[in-house]
């Protein structure tokens, strides 16, 4: 499975100067956990869920006052939408994130988080198995000449 089959197209964007209330506003609006953060329209960061925590508790601000810049987690970790399952897990283990922001050139395609692993694991595990088992059959051949 690729990233592409799992990732949630749906993306959320907001400009690096909004307020982190217009940033939370557009990321209920879309049932979505975070929204990559832009700056002239280009991607380079991303607010999630957390991050607005951490900078309501850090501040004890309204949301309204505390620009999307300062809770924003840059620079942006990103994967291919062609890259394998198992790469993006393990660049979200060497990244320590729960999100990648996928791209193709430099147009953002999706997001894939921990959360779509987790619900594709069983279809991740049985395509693992039949890879490991055609290498098998591969490695164990029989010459026939």
């Not at 620009?67 to 660049?91: F, Q």
């Amino acid at each position: 499975m690729r990233v592409s089959d799992i990732c949630s197209s749906s993306v959320v964007t907001v400009d690096l100067n909004a307020s982190l209330a217009a940033a939370v506003d557009r990321m209920l609006d879309a049932d979505v956990g975070s929204a990559v953060v832009t700056d002239d329209g280009a991607p380079g960061g991303i607010v999630t869920e957390r991050d607005v925590l951490e900078a309501t508790h850090r501040t004890d601000e309204p949301l309204s006052s505390i620009d999307v810049r300062h809770a924003a987690s840059a620079p942006l970790v990103t994967i291919g939408p062609s890259a394998s399952l198992r790469r993006a897990a393990r660049k979200m283990r060497e990244n320590d994130v729960h999100r990648l922001v996928v791209v193709d050139g430099i147009d953002v395609v999706g997001v894939v988080s921990t959360t779509d692993l987790i619900a594709n694991y069983g279809e991740i595990r049985e395509e693992e198995r039949k890879h490991a088992d055609a290498e098998y059959e591969w490695l164990t051949r029989e010459d026939v000449r």
